[in-house]
Structure formats: structure tokens, C-alpha cells
């Protein structure tokens, strides 16, 4: 998803340096067709939970960081994106509180679908996000705008909102832990197979029999 996104900035003008990472990408999907996400029964349907990250100032460009969010149910990850943000941060905090707010937005959304659906039970309670910025987390939780939030743009401040009204709840993570860290930059090989993994991915061959 990471990889998709990054190339998508280089559509206009693209050189052979990105076809080589497209024709890098083809390759990784022909050898994982069997790969896909195993969603396990569970007792009533489960809550919904999702992880934020960001990565700061990762576009040597022009220096915006990239956002990422994975939400999961039933064991498996059943939303996901990995976007660039609209405007240049001005610390890690910033830019995370902007990727919770993009999060918390896909909540929302999920949380009304689950709601027609008759999935209710999973979303009685506010929405548990994780996210690995402790700053980011109490600036969520404080209605005062002050020094380090001033430079953030006005439309992602919804998030306060969102978690006054309990709809959403920004819990501390690790991150080592952090799931999301997958949408949001390049990961060595060991990082990147252990976090795919987390996210439900296996070898679907394996259960053809069963």
C-alpha cells in the first residue's frame, strides 16, 4: 500500500527509476497470489479497532509526511490507506495528530456502516485507536489551543471532538507494536513480514483442504 502511494506522486512525470520499483511491485504480487487475510468467527461480531502512525517530513521533496491507518475486526484488517498529507507539519506531533484525525475519520464512517449492517455490539463502545506519540494523545484529550497545536490546520481539530464525545479513544501504543507503521514507510524485510502478519496475512493454499 506504501509503495502504491509513493509512486502515485511521480504519475505526472515519471522516470525509469519508478517503472523499475512498478515492475518491482508487479513481481511482489505475482509471488503472493495465494497470500490473503484469514478473518476468524468470533463470539458476537467483536470490536472495532485501529491503529494511526505517520511518517514525519518522509518526502524529501517537499518535506509533507506520509499518514497511514489500519483498522481491524474479526482478526483480520478490514480498512487500511497510506496518504500523503496536504500540509507541511511542523513536528512529529503535528503530524501525527493530523493522521489520527484522518483516522478518526475513517471511524466514523466504519462505525455507521457496522451500524446498518446490524453490527452494533462492535461499536457500543468508542472506537479504540492506537496510537505510539503520547504527545499527540494528550493534545487530543486538551480543549485548550495552545503553542504546540497553533500551526494545525483548523478542519483537522475534529478529532478533540470525536473523543470528548467518546466516539473514538487514542490509547498509547508501542512501536514496535505499531501496526501501522507498515502504510507509512520502507520497512526492512524482518519488520515488514512480522507486521504483515499482524495485519491477518497468510497463505490461504494452506486451508484449501480444510
Not at 1 to 6: N, T
Not at 121 to 148: F, Q
Request: glycine share 6%; with cysteine; hydrophobic share 40%.
Amino acid at each position: 500500500m506504501f509503495v502504491v502511494c509513493l509512486l502515485s506522486r511521480y504519475m505526472e512525470a515519471p522516470t525509469k527509476q519508478h517503472l523499475l520499483a512498478a515492475k518491482r511491485v508487479l513481481r511482489f504480487l505475482k509471488g503472493t497470489l495465494t497470500s490473503g487475510i484469514w478473518y476468524k468467527r468470533e463470539n458476537g461480531e467483536g470490536s472495532l479497532l485501529g491503529y494511526t502512525d505517520s511518517d514525519y517530513a518522509g518526502d524529501s521533496d517537499d518535506r509533507k509526511s506520509t499518514s497511514g491507518y489500519i483498522f481491524f475486526l474479526a482478526g483480520g484488517a478490514v480498512s487500511w490507506a497510506s496518504k500523503k498529507q496536504p500540509v507541511v507539519t511542523l513536528s512529529t506531533t503535528e503530524a501525527e495528530f493530523v493522521a489520527a484525525a484522518y483516522c478518526a475519520a475513517q471511524a466514523v464512517w466504519l462505525r455507521r456502516v457496522l451500524t446498518e449492517i446490524g453490527w452494533e455490539s462492535s461499536v457500543k463502545k468508542a472506537t479504540e485507536i492506537r496510537c505510539d506519540n503520547s504527545s499527540t494523545i494528550k493534545l487530543s484529550r486538551n480543549p485548550v489551543l495552545h503553542g504546540r497545536s497553533k500551526h494545525i490546520d483548523v478542519r483537522f481539530h475534529f478529532l478533540r471532538e470525536l473523543v470528548r464525545d467518546e466516539v473514538v479513544e487514542l490509547q498509547q501504543c508501542g512501536t514496535r507494536e505499531q501496526v501501522a507503521d507498515i502504510m507509512t514507510k520502507a520497512l526492512s524485510q524482518e519488520a515488514f513480514h512480522r507486521l504483515r502478519a499482524e495485519l491477518g496475512m497468510c497463505d490461504l493454499s494452506e486451508f484449501e483442504d480444510q
